[in-house]
């Protein structure tokens, strides 16, 4: 009872901590539910917001980059998830929109895109700008090194904003993280240990044991083990104890020891 009552516990705790991430809407008409599975990885890092800074001769550019969410809450319309902000004169220009993102991963390492930027003057034919992320798995940090790659724009199309960031969402499952069976078992195991030790001491000091008796419910245990035993000896046992023994008195060696035996009984009379 104890027991599935806490694993009914365990499965709500993992649906809590199984987020969805629904602000980032993916581009594709149908998402396909792997692809949706991977941005939900991102859960952690949700709303977060990264700033970097870029110096190019006596131009430097910020950009602020938030994970499934808008860099103006509220404000515009709110569904620019990477901006540039040219420090010198304040203007604004929004690289990528969280309404056109797509996600694809690796072993250890996941790229997310933010397309539906504002459109280039003239540089790659006027397209919408494009902000790419790249996240390479690291455990130590949940967030950090948010930097800016290059930006190319020298193409006719397809040009991009490429950026890069450690997190250790995009790192592999661990395989040696403990099932619900295992911590099961410890917590059995360091039952047990507490009802021995707290039996041992109750017995010694309490009661007043001395010996086997200071072992908490030693004749419950004994009579338990007797049990086991005799349980074992019926079911394993090939033959039935009692046929061996009878058949042990028709042996050579027994029909040479009787007589001697039955001398003895006689002796003293
Ligand atoms: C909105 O963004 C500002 C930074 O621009 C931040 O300080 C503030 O906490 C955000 N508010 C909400 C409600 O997210
Ligand atoms: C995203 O939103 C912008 C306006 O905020 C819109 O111009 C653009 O078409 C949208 N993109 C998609 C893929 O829905
Ligand atoms: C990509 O992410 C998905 C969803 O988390 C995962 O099942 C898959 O193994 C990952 N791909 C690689 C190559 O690790």
Redesign the pocket.
């Known amino acids: 009872m104890y027991t599935r009552w806490l694993c009914i516990c365990l499965a709500a705790v993992s649906a809590v901590a199984a987020d969805v991430v629904d602000d980032c809407k993916l581009s594709s008409d149908k998402a396909s539910a792997s692809e949706q599975a991977l941005l939900n990885r991102l859960a952690p890092l949700k709303?977060k917001?990264f700033e970097t800074t870029l110096q190019t001769g006596t131009d430097s550019y910020t950009y602020t980059f938030v994970v499934c969410?808008s860099?103006?809450?509220?404000s515009k319309s709110s569904n620019e998830g990477l901006v540039q902000n040219n420090t010198k004169n304040q203007g604004i220009t929004v690289v990528g929109r969280i309404n056109d993102t797509s996600i694809v991963n690796g072993t250890d390492w996941i790229l997310l895109t933010y397309k539906s930027g504002e459109a280039y003057d003239s540089h790659c034919r006027s397209e919408p700008r494009k902000a790419m992320i790249m996240i390479s798995c690291n455990k130590k940090t949940l967030a950090e090194g948010f930097t800016i790659i290059s930006e190319e724009r020298d193409k006719l199309n397809d040009c991009f904003y490429l950026f890069e960031m450690d997190s250790s969402v995009a790192c592999p499952p661990e395989e040696s993280h403990l099932s619900v069976g295992s911590i099961l078992l410890i917590v059995l195991a360091v039952l047990i240990g507490l009802y021995i030790i707290g039996g041992f001491l109750y017995q010694r000091f309490v009661v007043g044991a001395k010996g086997m008796e200071q072992f908490p419910n030693i004749t419950l245990w004994k009579e338990l083990g007797n049990l086991v035993a005799d349980g074992c000896d019926f079911v394993c046992r090939s033959q039935p104890r009692s046929s061996e023994t009878a058949y042990r008195g028709v042996g050579d060696d027994q029909l040479g020891e009787e007589p001697e035996e039955r001398d003895d009984h006689l002796l003293p009379m």
């Open positions: 709303h917001r969410g860099v103006f809450n509220g």
